[in-house]
């Protein structure tokens, strides 16, 4: 049993949400047995109820394979490993006041944080991939398999907009117009200390370093990342502030701030304050804000706007109200 994080127990029960991952050897009496149950007796901590909710959601494997069968029987020499990525158990799913662009060729969603784009160990189902396939499914098609292309993702803890590709043919041409930056990437965040300046530009080389698994700004051997910014807001202690994204670095504007001695509030792993002046900050303040590219079909320009989640627009209210607002 190998632990991420300290479990929550209950009554000797882990209360989920937890942060966990165990691999188990099935014994040979145990060959045949079903997978929830194998589970459940081997981890007496997990009750069968969340078992089968971990293997709904995707996070049981079995020989290195995703199972989504309760029923499925453990084979001894088939290590089973179980996935906790300590997010709620239920299934996300996309609903209209979410779509903020659809026509026959692409889908553009503002994404909730908490949420990871992509499929990860713990999860499929509930994922925003997942969760795409489900609303774009043709309930009178049943066996046909939605399009979606995507070229772009954002962090599980990031909000904001996020556009695909549902027609074949606005698959490649969406892809080139990422690949050769023929889009405009505005972002939303709140960042640490002061900016004199009223805006400015980072330029590095962005690497991952592998015994941290934090990107960081290195002299050879990276990708150039490109971040430009402007101050919207200052406040006594912090400041509200766009910024563009020449490139799609993997943590880009959350290393290039931190490493200018402003990271994003919200943002323990790259040095930000998890709270300030009385408000507690659940994630990093980062919000994918705007989009503006021509759409891959008709080549028109498409401009695309998501407004600020909930939680950034009270932490804004919140320092306006709490620290003196200077002139940005």
Known sequence: MDDMTD?????????PPIKKLWRLQPLPEEDGQRLDLFIAGRCP???RGTVRKAIDLGGVHAGGRRVRRCSQSVRP???VEVFFDGRPLEVFSIDDAMVVFRDPWLLAVNKPWGIDTNPTPARYKGTLYEALLRYL?????PLDRPELGMVQRLD???SGLLIFSIHRRSHKPLTAIFQERRVKKLYRLLAAGTFPEGE???RSLLARNRGTNRMKSVAVGGREAITRYRVLERYAEATYVEAEILTGRS????????????PLLGDPRYGGAESLSGIRFCRPMLHAFHLLLPHPVTDASLELTAPLPEDMTEAITWLRDGQQKTEG
């Open 45 to 47: 901590e997990l009750s």
């Open 200 to 202: 400015g530009e980072f």
């Open 77 to 79: 020499g088939e290590t």
């Open 251 to 262: 943590h880009q504007i959350r290393v290039h701030f931190s490493e200018a001695g402003r």
């Open 137 to 141: 499914h043709n309930p009178f098609r």
């Open 7 to 15: 479990a929550g127990m209950e009554g000797g029960v882990i209360s």
């Open 156 to 158: 599980r803890d990031t």
